[in-house]
């Protein structure tokens, strides 16, 4: 009635627990099952912590080692084994249980049903009925023997005639008496150990007992003080899933925001960024434009300014030659060959005949008066305020999500309020209290019952020890009495004492011995039948699995735990799955299965799984048609540039210019091969006048050549870079007005796509922090709230009292009383044939000599002792 009481008072505020982390863990496989596929998985959820659930500290350990002692006890189960090695008959006693729940019947047994299975019962109990057999043979025939043996002791028979024989193996046969007698008797004493061991064993773990009952209680009473706080835990950290889910509710628009802009801006960036970069080419357009024209000013006045000098040179070199110092034969051919060069002082590039630039480059200072990169970054700005448009947009949605979910909350709250959590704990503690002062009050008679027991125990272990003190002093003073040179009538007075008591322990042995057998017996069919029927089979869990038979109780009812509990027997709940799970420490509310009760998915989907939240969600609508990527300025900047005239500028000509050389001969040149034939000539003023004129050319190269040899480089950068910036420069802009109409027509007409698909990713995220909170209160449903150990440390516990401090006790006693009893028997027999070497015999054999041959033939006679006077 404890454990069924226990139990139904658990259910009450189960339940509780169950239906407020329902909530939580039916949120896991929804999570799994609001991820379908589609083309871009969803950004993985940030996992929260709900932190641990308050823990429950259990004290009891319901393990038993029982030390030395277990070696006994391990006898004790090998003797039961090999008396019963029969396998647990689940089946029979299922049967038997099935056809004898309405009563048993006497006219029922003659079924043939039911005689098969007396028969197989007796086929099983074979073991202990031959045993039990030879018990009874033992107490019904010694008491019978004992009469016979005394009548016929009185009768001068069966040893009782005061006449012992003389022969020549007296002594090795008195010795081996004595030696079986002294064996047996330690045999014995050995049985008297081991029961009295398993007697006092008993008393000992009484107080072990205690111990167990307190802390089990104990943990009875954490498990129903911890359980409530447990339960408002898991409820309570709805909040930390809530306040996660507000926090992103919050920024909705970076999150949500964000996400569509993402999207986006796969199209709408590139676009900008063409734009962009095309704004960039307009200034370095300006740039070239500009270098172009200054470089070709600077060339255009360099290339007459050279020419005149170069004309003078030419002029002022040829009157040289023509001095008298050049007729002369030897230096006339130096001046002739000088003389032919002179030509090459010229100009090679006309710069004067290329088109001017300005008419293009005063187009595109015009284009560039509009700042095409400050309205592309409006259209960056623009796009980039996606998040904020979000926020603004959904305003009134975020604010009504807010208010489902304080309301869910309140729903949680008030949900664990509705079941008398308080009530029942206080009712199940009094319960406790009050049990454990009712099972304490009987701790008096328990002791006083066990000291009776105890007393009872050694009372029956003090009739072996005498038997023993009656073998042992008989030994004692035999032994030490006996004289090797006394005839049997003239032993002495120690050694007939000692045969006394020998014989007098026969007498204890027989008035004891069957009443220690009926009590062995006893002990015997009762403690063996319980090891083998309740103890064994609850260890190895057998018997779970005979209560937990369907249909056991009632052919309608399934399982008789479920039936019994909930009143539905067809619940697949067992005695052997709940032992199980609460011993594995599992919560009562998986345990127990109350998911029956009350469906945690039911109520998850009605409050956490909200169908309102998922169409509030849906009916997210984002107008993102007032962003503008390129306002009509900027888009008719872009046809200016390209209608600038860049392109018409004539490239070729430029390149064919710039790629000839300033001049028809490099002028360093011209001047050192002047230098060297000038070296050839006569000292005199011939040499340092043609000497004078090298130095002169040196000059016009570098004060003049050089600054156009840089304006020609220059010129041709800028031009090559004018003519790959203006290749195909209407189409390049084409192109980019393209795109950005791309991207707005997807922005104005198929962003409700992607913003349908990014608030969808967005609300599963939001469902995946519930989802985390219910899988967590699962897990913690499971494993960790209302943890029902102590169920399973109860039934360990009563195993533990039942079957190992008393069962194995009990058994162990009669397994050492019994040999005792069973060692009686050769102890009677070595005393009675060793008491008649010690006592003092009426009569002895006498020898004489033989009348009828010369030799001397000894022949014994019975004669009474002599009398001497001092007798």
Request: proline fraction near 4%.
């Amino acid at each position: 009635m404890l454990w069924t009481s226990w139990l139904v008072l658990l259910l009450c505020w189960g339940a509780t627990s169950g239906e407020q982390q329902a909530d939580e863990s039916d949120g896991t496989p929804a999570k799994a099952r609001a991820d379908p596929p589609r083309q871009r998985s969803p950004p993985p959820v940030e996992p929260l912590d709900f932190g641990f659930v308050p823990a429950a500290v259990y004290d009891t350990h319901a393990y038993y080692e029982p030390g030395p002692i277990g070696i006994l006890f391990h006898m004790v189960h090998a003797f039961l084994y090999a008396i019963q090695p029969n396998p647990f008959p689940k089946d029979m006693i299922v049967k038997v249980i099935q056809q004898n729940m309405g009563g048993i019947k006497i006219e029922e047994w003659r079924k043939p049903d039911n005689v098969v299975l007396l028969l197989q019962w007796i086929y099983y109990e074979v073991g202990f009925l031959t045993c039990a057999t030879i018990g009874i043979t033992f107490v019904v025939l010694i008491p019978i023997i004992g009469m016979c043996f005394c009548v016929c002791r009185c009768c001068e028979n069966c040893g009782g005639e005061m006449h012992q024989r003389q022969r020549k193996n007296a002594d090795c046969q008195r010795g081996f008496y004595t030696a079986s007698l002294v064996a047996t008797s330690i045999f014995i004493t050995l049985g008297v150990l081991i029961a009295y061991a398993a007697n006092h064993n008993v008393t000992t773990q009484i107080k072990s007992t205690r111990r167990l009952i307190n802390t089990n209680m104990r943990d009875l009473k954490t498990f129903a003080n911890n359980t409530p706080a447990q339960v408002q835990y898991l409820t309570a950290q709805y909040t930390t899933a809530k306040n996660k889910v507000l926090s992103d509710l919050d920024n909705i628009g970076p999150l949500l925001g964000g996400r569509i802009h993402s999207q986006l801006e796969k199209e709408v960036v590139p676009s900008l960024d063409t734009a962009l970069r095309m704004a960039g080419a307009m200034r370095e357009t300006k740039e070239a434009l500009e270098n172009v024209s200054s470089s070709l000013e600077v060339l255009q006045e360099g290339t007459a300014k050279l020419q005149a000098s170069l004309s003078g040179e030419r002029a002022s070199l040829s009157n040289t030659l023509s001095d008298p110092a050049c007729t002369n034969g030897a230096v006339s051919h130096t001046c002739n060959t000088i003389r032919s060069t002179l030509s090459q002082l010229g100009i090679n590039a006309d710069f004067s005949e290329l088109p001017d630039v300005s008419h293009a480059l005063a187009n595109i200072n015009t284009v560039l008066k509009t700042d095409l990169s400050n309205i592309v970054q409006k259209g960056y700005s623009s796009f980039n305020d996606t998040p904020k448009l979000v926020h603004e947009q959904t305003k009134n949605i975020v604010s009504g999500v807010k208010g489902m979910l304080d309301k869910v909350g309140t729903e949680i709250n008030s949900f664990s309020k509705m079941f008398p959590v308080e009530a029942s704990l206080v009712n199940f503690t009094n319960f406790l209290n009050q049990g454990q002062k009712n099972i304490e009050s009987y701790y008096p008679q328990v002791d006083q019952l066990d000291f009776y027991r105890w007393i009872g125990c050694v009372a029956a272990l003090c009739m072996v020890v005498l038997v023993l003190a009656f073998n042992t002093l008989g030994l004692l003073c035999g032994a030490c009495g006996y004289d090797k040179q006394a005839t049997p009538t003239t032993r002495g007075c120690l050694s007939n004492t000692g045969g006394n008591l020998l014989m007098a322990g026969v007498g204890f042995s027989f008035i004891f011995a069957w009443v220690l057998m009926a009590i062995v017996t006893t002990l015997f069919v009762v403690g063996g039948n319980v090891e083998k029927l309740i103890c064994e089979p609850l260890a190895n869990r057998q018997l779970f699995k005979i209560i937990d038979t369907p249909f056991l109780v009632h052919p309608a009812k399934k399982n008789f735990l479920p039936g019994m509990l909930f009143q539905n027997p067809n619940i697949d709940l067992t005695l052997g799955s709940l032992y199980r799970d609460c011993h594995e420490n599992n919560g009562l509310y998986h345990s127990l299965q109350l998911e029956t009760m009350f469906n945690i998915n039911s109520f998850l989907n009605r409050t956490v799984y909200n169908k309102d939240l998922a169409k509030v969600f849906e009916s997210v609508q984002v107008d993102l048609q007032d962003i503008m990527l390129l306002e009509q300025a900027g888009r008719d900047n872009l046809m200016n540039f390209a209608n600038s005239g860049v392109g018409e500028i004539d490239y070729e000509a430029y390149l064919a210019e710039v790629n000839k050389g300033v001049t028809l001969v490099d002028l360093l040149s011209f001047s050192t091969d002047l230098e060297a034939q000038a070296d050839q000539l006569p000292r005199g003023a011939l040499e340092n006048a043609l000497k004078g004129h090298a130095s002169s050319i040196r000059q016009i190269h570098r004060d003049q050549v050089v600054p156009m040899l840089q304006a020609m480089s220059t010129l041709s950068q800028s031009i090559k870079q004018l003519q790959r910036m203006s290749n195909d420069l209407p189409v390049k802009v084409t192109n980019i007005l393209s795109a950005i109409d791309a991207a707005e027509y997807l922005i104005t007409h198929n962003a409700s796509h992607v913003v349908k698909r990014e608030t969808k990713g967005y609300t599963q995220s939001l469902e995946g922090y519930f989802k985390q909170y219910t899988e967590w209160v699962k897990n913690s449903l499971t494993a960790e709230v209302a943890q029902c150990k102590p169920i399973s440390n109860i039934v360990d516990s009563m195993e533990i009292v039942a079957c190992s401090f008393i069962v194995d006790s009990v058994n162990t006693f009669w397994f050492g009383l019994g040999g005792c009893c069973i060692l009686l028997i050769p102890s009677i027999i070595f005393s009675v044939k060793l008491a008649k070497y010690y006592r003092r015999m009426d009569t002895e054999d006498v020898f004489e000599d033989s009348p009828y041959s010369d030799t001397l033939t000894r022949f014994p006679r019975a004669s009474a002792p002599p009398s001497y006077s001092d007798w």
